[in-house]
């Protein structure tokens, strides 16, 4: 079957923030700015995976989310309920404080962990994420 | 400071590192860089390369060659997006570009600017049938 991942969704609160988070802060390229009425396909990759598309999805009233689904959504992105998955990175000392100095809010500084070095860190909706550092061979 | 090991390694790197990305359309050199950084240049060339995976002069061109792009999606012309990201020359421009993307400035430039009005024209396009579909989108 050969399945391969080439499209995910990151619920936001705010396209034009997540975009400075995830562009200006992460260092992501923009993929796809397509609108459509008041729909607003917006949707980056990190550089080195120029097939792999994170949709930056707004959180707001529409044929596919009514104010309830909204209103609930909005409260469990802002509490942090979202880990939507983990990046990796060859150096996680530098990507931490590169981050860090950009002004990305982190739990902690990063921690050697049985399978390699750590950090989580939140974007500006609320949504955490893991950054990580394997040690060799695992 | 951060107790981990090296934490002040990395902060004066990744100090130097922010430079090259804040300044790399200005004539800038290793010197000047590693200067910033408080190091020797070689002491800070192969610190640079162990963190970053290439050399501060390969992360400046690259930095360049990504500005670069950007701008030929937005229809400059291949000079004029050359000259704004501080290549000297249009050959050193041209090199640089093709071994970063595989593409000449002006392919690359064509092929971006078509994929744009593409996008402007037909927006759907490209946007996946079960997310327009979820939001109620039909492609013209």
């Keep these: ?18 975009f400075d988070f995830y562009v200006n802060k992460l260092g992501f390229k923009l993929n796809t700015d397509a609108k459509n009425g008041d729909f607003r396909w ?15 999805m707004a959180v707001k009233e529409s044929h596919a989310m009514d104010k309830e689904t909204v209103d609930a959504l909005k409260m469990l992105v802002r509490k942090g309920t979202f880990g939507f998955g983990a990046f990796h990175s060859a150096n996680v000392y530098a990507a931490y404080e590169e981050m860090k100095a950009k002004g990305v809010v982190f739990k902690a500084p990063p921690k050697k962990e049985f399978y390699g070095v750590s950090c989580v860190f939140s974007d500006d909706s609320g949504n955490w994420f893991s950054l990580t550092e394997s040690e060799p061979g695992k | 400071m951060d107790a981990y090991p090296k934490a002040y390694l990395y902060a004066r790197i990744m100090k130097a590192k922010l430079f090259i990305d804040a300044h790399f359309a200005e004539p800038i050199d290793v010197e000047a860089i590693s200067g910033e950084a408080a190091f020797s240049k070689f002491h800070f060339i192969r610190e640079f ?4 995976g290439r050399t501060p002069r390969e992360h400046l061109s690259l930095c360049r060659v990504e500005r670069a792009k950007d701008l030929l999606a937005e229809g400059a012309q291949v000079l004029d997006a050359c000259l704004a990201v501080g290549f000297r020359s249009l050959s050193s421009f041209s090199r640089s570009f093709k071994r970063a993307t595989g593409s000449t400035p002006a392919a690359f430039r064509e092929a971006a600017v078509e994929r744009k009005e593409k996008g402007r024209a037909q927006p759907l396009a490209f946007v996946p049938d079960c997310f327009s579909g979820a939001h109620g989108l039909k492609p013209e």
């Design chain 1, 42 to 56: 917006l949707t980056v990759n990190p550089p080195d995976q120029p097939d792999l598309e994170i949709s930056l």
């Design chain 2, 49 to 52: 390369r162990t963190i970053y």
């Design chain 1, 1 to 18: 079957m050969n399945l391969r991942l080439t499209h995910t969704c990151i619920y936001v609160l705010d396209q034009e923030r997540a």
